[in-house]
């Protein structure tokens, strides 16, 4: 089945497993995992690995695979040549494959996979927290300058494609702030599945694929945080990670710092806190000494803020957030469409710190004035602000006002397709039920039972 066979013991993959503590049954499990990610039926065992160490190389994508697990559990890039599992026949010409296991002639054609049907919701199972690693450009970012092969049926592509994929990336931007990820989504996966995917398939000149690269990079960005808002959380974490290769593929930092916060916002929302600041902490580090603006400069640091307050460390939070207003006040006048970030940005993000940090009155002071400084675009935004604002004002007792904040988020969310503001006005249902005897709650009541869905 495409193995080969080096006639020599694999004495790299022997030195992995003992620094890593894996053993081969468990390097085979994790193996079959990553595959199934990747919608791959592997069935590897205890015994395929055996075979491994003793010179057998399995066919392509397993190495790279292989590269991935050990890059999770060891918390450092280590690549297909590192597991001694290379084997330089089995690649196509010009492809070359990373520690994370997407193979570089493949981008596309895990694009193209975007065009199928939107997934089932909430799929938080399927995301495994061992590929929250995060990843080191140096590894991820060396092959942009690689020939890359054409589809031959596909015509050569310019600056106009470019130019165009830049101004519907401007578009699918605008409608996922104004209206939520569950309506813009199916709509941005057809797109990216099928033209820009044979764009990627096409031949172009160097500069004209790096730039395309890039805004491939925001769009599949932007498809993962839809996800993440819909609670579609496995493909979510599929297309962070797709987002930085392309990204290095490109040689575009930012973008690819870029894709790592978003893993680390991820991260945060289900619990992992500490991955969160790790990657979180990579992404800042990916764009030192680079010519990055000062908003996504603001982007970044302000989202090491609320991860180390994540993880109790409440000392370092408040400095991180004083240097994202640092570059907040130097930034230009553009809000890029990727990464936008903003004085109601800052001050969410200083309310979830006082928030973790156990400040709730400042917290809700906050998260107030967030949601007064959001921009008219950034509806989910303000649902999810006033969501949050809503439960603390309820938990420290002040029934009638968080009534009127919940009010307010029933207004928005008549045109926001969310599961994340959905989940706040579940709970708002959860927490209110005791009190449905006070005038405030039964108004409140009323009104969520006029404005249900169908």
Same mark, same amino acid.
């Given at each position: 089945?495409?193995?080969?066979?080096?006639?020599?013991?694999?004495?790299?993959?022997?030195?992995?497993?003992?620094?890593?503590?894996?053993?081969?049954?468990?390097?085979?499990?994790?193996?079959?995992?990553?595959?199934?990610?990747?919608?791959?039926?592997?069935?590897?065992?205890?015994?395929?690995?055996?075979?491994?160490?003793?010179?057998?190389?399995?066919?392509?994508?397993?190495?790279?695979?292989?590269?991935?697990?050990?890059?999770?559990?060891?918390?450092?890039?280590?690549?297909?040549?590192?597991?001694?599992?290379?084997?330089?026949?089995?690649?196509?010409?010009?492809?070359?494959?990373?520690?994370?296991?997407?193979?570089?002639?493949?981008?596309?054609?895990?694009?193209?996979?975007?065009?199928?049907?939107?997934?089932?919701?909430?799929?938080?199972?399927?995301?495994?927290?061992?590929?929250?690693?995060?990843?080191?450009?140096?590894?991820?970012?060396?092959?942009?300058?690689?020939?890359?092969?054409?589809?031959?049926?596909?015509?050569?592509?310019?600056?106009?494609?470019?130019?165009?994929?830049?101004?519907?990336?401007?578009?699918?931007?605008?409608?996922?702030?104004?209206?939520?990820?569950?309506? &813009? *989504?199916?709509? +941005?996966?057809?797109?990216?599945?099928?033209? /820009? #995917?044979?764009?990627?398939?096409? !031949?172009?000149? $160097? =500069?004209?694929?790096?730039?395309?690269?890039?805004?491939?990079?925001?769009?599949?960005?932007?498809?993962?945080?839809?996800?993440?808002?819909?609670?579609?959380?496995?493909?979510?974490?599929?297309?962070?990670?797709?987002?930085?290769?392309?990204?290095?593929?490109?040689?575009?930092?930012?973008?690819?710092?870029?894709?790592?916060?978003?893993?680390?916002?991820?991260?945060?929302?289900?619990?992992?806190?500490?991955?969160?600041?790790?990657?979180?902490?990579?992404?800042?580090?990916?764009?030192?000494?680079?010519?990055?603006?000062?908003? &996504? *400069?603001?982007? +970044?640091?302000?989202?090491?803020?609320?991860? /180390? #307050?994540?993880?109790?460390?409440? !000392?370092?939070? $408040? =400095?991180?957030?004083?240097?994202?207003?640092?570059?907040?006040?130097?930034?230009?006048?553009?809000?890029?469409?990727?990464?936008?970030?903003?004085?109601?940005?800052?001050?969410?993000?200083?309310?979830?710190?006082?928030?973790?940090?156990?400040?709730?009155?400042?917290?809700?002071?906050?998260?107030?004035?967030?949601?007064?400084?959001?921009?008219?675009?950034?509806?989910?935004?303000?649902?999810?602000?006033?969501?949050?604002?809503?439960?603390?004002?309820?938990?420290?007792?002040?029934?009638?006002?968080?009534?009127?904040?919940?009010?307010?988020?029933?207004?928005?969310?008549?045109?926001?397709?969310?599961?994340?503001?959905?989940?706040?006005?579940?709970?708002?249902?959860?927490?209110?039920?005791?009190?449905?005897?006070?005038?405030?709650?039964?108004?409140?009541?009323?009104?969520?039972?006029?404005?249900?869905?169908?």
């Amino acid at each position: 089945m495409g193995e080969t066979r080096s006639y020599a013991l694999n004495h790299q993959l022997r030195q992995l497993l003992d620094e890593s503590g894996l053993t081969g049954e468990a390097l085979a499990g994790e193996v079959n995992a990553a595959g199934a990610g990747r919608g791959l039926e592997l069935r590897y065992s205890r015994s395929s690995v055996a075979h491994w160490l003793s010179g057998v190389h399995p066919r392509q994508p397993v190495p790279a695979l292989v590269a991935e697990v050990f890059s999770a559990v060891l918390g450092r890039s280590v690549t297909v040549a590192q597991t001694g599992l290379a084997d330089d026949a089995a690649l196509p010409s010009g492809a070359a494959t990373t520690g994370s296991g997407l193979s570089t002639d493949n981008l596309s054609t895990e694009m193209a996979e975007l065009a199928g049907p939107t997934r089932d919701r909430g799929r938080r199972r399927e995301v495994r927290v061992s590929r929250f690693a995060p990843p080191e450009w140096p590894v991820a970012g060396t092959t942009v300058h690689r020939r890359r092969r054409s589809d031959p049926d596909a015509p050569r592509i310019g600056q106009s494609e470019v130019a165009s994929a830049h101004l519907m990336r401007d578009l699918f931007s605008t409608a996922d702030a104004e209206r939520g990820g569950r309506a &813009t *989504r199916p709509a +941005l996966g057809l797109y990216a599945g099928t033209t /820009l #995917a044979t764009w990627l398939r096409a !031949d172009a000149s $160097p =500069a004209v694929r790096r730039k395309l690269l890039a805004v491939a990079a925001e769009l599949c960005y932007l498809y993962a945080f839809m996800c993440f808002d819909d609670e579609d959380q496995g493909p979510a974490q599929r297309y962070f990670l797709i987002s930085a290769q392309l990204a290095a593929e490109a040689g575009d930092r930012a973008v690819y710092a870029i894709a790592l916060r978003g893993m680390s916002v991820q991260c945060h929302h289900l619990g992992h806190r500490k991955q969160s600041l790790a990657l979180a902490e990579s992404a800042v580090g990916s764009i030192a000494g680079t010519a990055v603006r000062p908003r &996504t *400069r603001a982007f +970044l640091h302000g989202q090491v803020a609320v991860a /180390l #307050a994540g993880v109790g460390d409440g !000392d370092r939070a $408040p =400095a991180e957030l004083r240097t994202a207003e640092r570059h907040l006040s130097r930034a230009e006048e553009h809000v890029p469409a990727i990464g936008a970030y903003n004085t109601a940005s800052l001050a969410h993000q200083h309310a979830e710190v006082a928030e973790l940090s156990g400040d709730s009155t400042e917290a809700i002071r906050l998260f107030k004035a967030s949601s007064a400084q959001r921009p008219a675009i950034e509806r989910r935004s303000l649902a999810v602000v006033l969501g949050r604002l809503a439960q603390l004002q309820f938990a420290a007792g002040h029934l009638d006002a968080a009534c009127d904040t919940w009010l307010q988020l029933l207004d928005v969310r008549r045109m926001v397709g969310s599961a994340r503001v959905d989940a706040a006005v579940t709970e708002m249902r959860r927490l209110v039920e005791p009190h449905r005897d006070t005038t405030s709650v039964r108004a409140l009541l009323d009104r969520a039972d006029a404005l249900q869905p169908g």
